[in-house]
């Protein structure tokens, strides 16, 4: 069986050509054509010698994921669903703005953590994938765009660790791709430009200020701990001062002087105003505690099993208000690429479920949650 290149970050390829008994610098022409040019024909690679062509023919090879489809959105957000095998499929998407283009990438079929509000999360979990699946899905999308484009500059100025999975579970697979995309041999992302999302793994997010600092985005939905363990089930492992605590760590080393946290707005369930006084409260307390953030609030889209609602508009733009009034950045994000499911937490793919999803969730809806009166 050969080995697929887009497996390896820099130092992973130097290794492997230093197998076949080749120098670094043979490993970074090979990494350019891989990662730059979107070369999979070892014979396109004109400056590598030929021996090295010959023997990468045989133990290696450059290939993407089977794109099962594509969709275009009216705004000009683009999908695709990409084949992982094993009847599994992970969904992948691009989002088109004026000032920058911003891929969402997945990192697992599925997702373990299970968070109420989360069409993936209900659809369980199968596995990891791969740092080369990861790989896969930026370096299709990028030399995609760039023939759509007919352009030979970057397309992808962005890209998100907010599609299917929580990424710091899938941490060995993680940091190669997260250090393939920020290599200048690469695709010379910076730091900033590069955001993981997740749910609160509290261990690898300290492990990841050490290791691969780049943006974060904690996916908070709830101003306390009582309401947290129900919409983010994490947080009975995890609980909110702890991974407060964790986020002024990570802001030690992180690119950015701020942690983004996402609050999807859920009607009548995390939009009340003592909602907003307790977030308020719980990231402008004392000593550690007092975390330096923004807000971006995340207008819910609705799926039958959810058993939740979309915050009106009236309520967010209080809530909003509220928050900035207090002296919080906050943001409502714009809803994108609804019209083909591409919208936040709708990703969903196609997921041979291993954890019986469905008993836990059944579970979790018996769980009324109530409006504060």
């Known amino acids: 069986m050969t080995t697929n290149l887009l497996d390896f970050d820099l130092n992973g390829l130097t290794a492997f050509c230093e197998g076949l008994g080749e120098k670094r610098f043979r490993a970074t022409q090979l990494f350019r054509w891989i990662h ?56 992948t998407v691009f989002i088109p703005e004026d000032d920058r283009g911003t891929l969402c990438v997945s990192s697992q079929a599925g997702c373990a953590v299970g968070c109420r509000f989360c069409s993936t999360g ?15 899905q930026l370096w299709y999308a990028e030399h995609f765009l760039r023939k759509r484009f007919n352009t030979d500059e970057r397309v992808i100025s962005n890209v998100v660790m907010m599609g299917m999975g929580e990424p710091l579970q899938n941490y060995s697979a993680l940091v ?11 695709y010379g992302l910076s730091r900033r430009r590069v955001t993981v999302s997740t749910s609160g793994v509290v261990p690898f997010m300290d492990k990841l200020a050490l290791d691969c600092p780049v943006a974060l985005a904690v996916s908070l939905h709830a101003p306390n701990d009582e309401l947290r363990d129900n919409l983010v089930p994490l947080n009975r492992k995890y609980p909110l001062k702890e991974l407060l605590q964790t986020c002024n760590r990570y802001l030690e080393h992180a690119p950015r002087d701020f942690i983004t946290f996402e609050y999807c707005m859920l009607d009548g369930v995390n939009d009340q105003a003592e909602h907003a006084n307790q977030l308020i409260e719980l990231v402008r307390g004392q000593g550690a505690d007092n975390v330096s953030c923004k807000f971006n609030l995340i207008p819910f889209n609705p799926f039958p099993a959810s058993g939740l609602k979309r915050s009106s508009a009236a309520q967010v733009t209080m809530f909003a208000k509220m928050l900035s009034d207090a002296g919080i950045v906050t943001t409502v994000r714009k809803t994108r690429g609804d019209d083909i499911d591409a919208a936040c937490g709708q990703l969903a793919g196609d997921v041979r479920d291993r954890t019986k999803v469905e008993q836990r969730m059944a579970k979790l809806r018996t769980i009324e949650l109530k409006p504060i009166s």
């Open 176 to 186: 190669p791709a997260l250090r393939t995309m920020l290599d200048d041999h690469g």
């Open 36 to 91: 730059q040019r979107g070369a999979s024909d070892f014979d396109q690679m004109s400056d590598l010698a030929k021996s090295l062509r010959e023997k990468l023919r045989g133990v290696a090879h450059v290939t993407a994921l089977p794109v099962v489809t594509e969709h275009i959105s009216s705004d000009g957000t683009i999908k695709w669903l990409f084949d992982v095998g094993d009847g599994n499929a992970v969904e």
């Open 122 to 136: 209900h659809q369980g979990f199968s596995r990891n994938l791969t740092t080369g699946e990861i790989m896969a």
